[in-house]
């Protein structure tokens, strides 16, 4: 995907290996945004062309920023996830 990045995907499952974010289920809401379950956030996230590498956590109310560089591997991937107005947010490894 040109703004989503590279994953495999195998025919009739929508569960696809995503290059950055590994096992994800796979919902497309739109042409251009997607849910995706991911297991290790504990749920349903957001995505869209306009908004990813950000992520709306739908169980949280929150947002994340997946830290899609070099500091990411495959068994660890790191997010940032904004809090309220109260509280400007913290990383987290996942």
Known sequence: SDWFGSYWHQVDTQWVYHRS????FLVPYAEDSIWM??????GWQWTAKDAYPFMYDY???TWLWFN?????????????????DQSPG???AK
């Open 21 to 24: 974010l590994g096992w994800i």
């Open 37 to 42: 379950w991911i297991d290790y956030l504990g």
């Open 59 to 61: 169980g949280t109310s």
């Open 68 to 84: 899609a560089t070099n500091a990411s591997t495959s068994e660890i991937r790191l997010f940032f996830r904004y809090n309220s």
């Open 90 to 92: 913290a990383w987290e």
